[in-house]
């Protein structure tokens, strides 16, 4: 069953002053199924960053339409967009979006508060989440007393938190060294193997060959898809390094 529909979805962009005419997506269709686990990858300006914006209720596409459980983002009044992503979105940042002045236990509760859950409850969704990423003993220290590869997994508990119908993931392991990346791929690995789905988007190729499939963004357009079937990470690997070359040399759709 398709959790996210994208169908012919287009953004264009007007420049100050209404100048000239900047099409970001031009035809982007695909279907996510509820338990995937996909990665986007594209070069820079292929439209990846407007596509997870417009998948995030955080823009509007000029064309097209984004359904999530069959419910049109576009549609969704302004006074309940927030409400909607938080209750049905988790999110993971390339910068992690901590609060310093929180302690990570707080950070991770935050958007439970929001949505004004009780205590009890908030602690009950935290204590098998945080024994998963390994952050029980982690959760009354701030954010600058921890790792980056820390401060990440306790963003991720952040977005399962809420038991959202998917997460997407911006960059998760951009800003990670190489311990700390292997770890979170693990991780995420995990959370997909229970039911949840995550679409990502990554310049990594390490990190995309973790994913069940991988779509390639050029020129806003999907260009191409590949599917793990039976490959192992490295044979993965190697297909999306020959799929970026050739989106690098001008290669045709296949």
């Known amino acids: 069953m398709s959790i996210l529909e994208v169908n012919g979805l287009k953004k264009i962009y007007t420049t100050r002053f209404g100048g000239n005419k900047v099409e ?3 035809h982007v269709t695909f279907s996510v199924e509820q338990g995937e686990y996909v990665a986007i990858m594209g070069e820079s300006g292929s439209g990846k960053t407007t596509l997870l914006n417009i998948l995030a209720a955080l823009d509007k596409p000029t064309g097209g339409t984004v359904l999530l459980d069959g419910k049109d983002l576009s549609k969704i009044k302004e006074s309940d967009i927030s409400a909607f992503r938080r209750d049905n979105l988790g999110f993971v940042f390339q910068d992690f979006n901590l609060l310093d ?9 935050l958007p439970l508060v929001l949505a004004g859950k009780r205590y009890e409850e908030m602690n009950r969704r935290l204590i098998p989440i945080a024994q998963q990423l390994g952050i029980t003993d982690l959760l009354k220290k701030y954010p600058y007393e921890v790792s980056g590869g820390q401060k990440q997994r306790a963003a991720v508990a952040r977005a399962l938190i809420t038991h959202p119908r998917l997460v997407l993931a911006d960059e998760p392991t951009g800003a990670l060294d190489s311990k700390a990346t ?3 791929l693990r991780l995420f690995r995990e959370i997909n193997q229970n039911g949840q789905t995550i679409l990502m988007v ?5 990190a995309a060959s973790h994913a069940e499939r991988v779509l390639f963004i050029k020129d806003g357009e999907v260009f191409h898809q590949i599917y793990r079937g039976n490959s192992t990470n ?3 690997y190697q297909k999306i390094s020959d799929t970026l ?3 690098a040399t001008g290669g045709d759709r296949t």
Do not use: C, M, R, W
Request: cysteine-free.
């Open 182 to 184: 292997d770890e979170l």
């Open 101 to 109: 002045t929180f302690s990570l236990e707080d950070n991770i509760y």
């Open 234 to 236: 490295g044979q993965l």
């Open 24 to 26: 970001a997506l031009k």
């Open 245 to 247: 070359t050739l989106l």
């Open 202 to 206: 990554t310049h990594s190729v390490k």
